[in-house]
């Protein structure tokens, strides 16, 4: 085509320049930029007040092009948790970096390293909070939530800690250890660096670690003082009721 006619026809033989919507050549690139553009705004605002369109505008993409990479909100917001305070991803990165018998204190450490919870001003801190509050949020303000967070713990808190217990015990008794010990984990750093109860923010790491991970190491792994062992007890009657029964210590 000559020049006179893409003049004439309103075309050029070059792109426009300036900011450009729709698909990039550059996937990567693209995918980055929502991700910089929705994290500042999660940052910014809460979780309901930032819309899928904000962040296309933030980004300088199409607003499709966030869904297509992200599919909804609630997923898109769950990947621009921060490294490392996003608790799902603590707990991954110590099931896979730790052994068995080492997990109790690793997963306290890893915890502390990403929520340190001494001062009631840290910027980490509050960067925990934040993220664990707006991960809350993303995942009860979203169509059946409760589905939502139910296999959020399901699936990303307690199965890694569940598939590396049943290198050592069956299904059912590795994932109701797993339950247990990341219930109690979890209890412990959210009072502590989210609601900030004193005793538990001022508590040196040390003594923490001192006091957390030999209990949470028997949770995972360690024999229950009782005459009908719970492991048995729960091999022989799996199910939500199962209990143990009345006169035998847990």
């Not at 020049?3 to 033989?13: I, L």
């Not at 948790?81 to 110590?94: M, Q, Y």
């Not at 707006?134 to 939530?145: F, K, R, V």
Request: charged letters at 20%.
């Amino acid at each position: 085509m000559s020049s006179a006619s893409a003049r004439s026809t309103g075309t050029s033989d070059h792109l426009p320049a300036g900011p450009r919507r729709g698909p990039r050549t550059d996937a990567g690139a693209a995918r980055s930029a929502i991700l910089t553009a929705a994290r500042s705004l999660f940052q910014q605002m809460d979780y309901q007040s930032v819309s899928m369109r904000a962040i296309a505008r933030t980004a300088g993409v199409d607003t499709s092009l966030v869904s297509y990479y992200f599919g909804t909100k609630q997923e898109l917001y769950l990947q621009t948790i921060s490294l490392p305070s996003g608790p799902h991803r603590i707990i991954a990165e110590a099931c896979a970096s730790s052994s068995i018998d080492e997990l109790g204190e690793t997963l306290v450490r890893s915890f502390l390293t990403a929520w340190p919870g001494q001062g009631t001003a840290d910027q980490d801190d509050q960067t925990a909070g934040n993220s664990m509050q707006g991960m809350t949020q993303a995942l009860l303000q979203e169509p059946d939530a409760f589905h939502n967070l139910h296999d959020f713990y399901q699936h990303m808190i307690v199965e890694p800690v569940a598939h590396l217990l049943g290198t050592r015990f069956d299904e059912q008794v590795a994932e109701v250890r797993a339950a247990l010990a990341v219930t109690q984990l979890l209890g412990i750093f959210i009072t502590r660096t989210i609601v900030g109860l004193d005793a538990l923010r001022h508590l040196p790491d040390d003594e923490l670690i001192a006091r957390e991970a030999p209990t949470l190491q028997t949770i995972l792994t360690g024999s229950l003082p009782s005459s009908a062992p719970i492991d048995d007890v729960w091999k022989d009657n799996p199910g939500p009721a199962n209990t143990v029964p009345r006169g035998r210590t847990p």
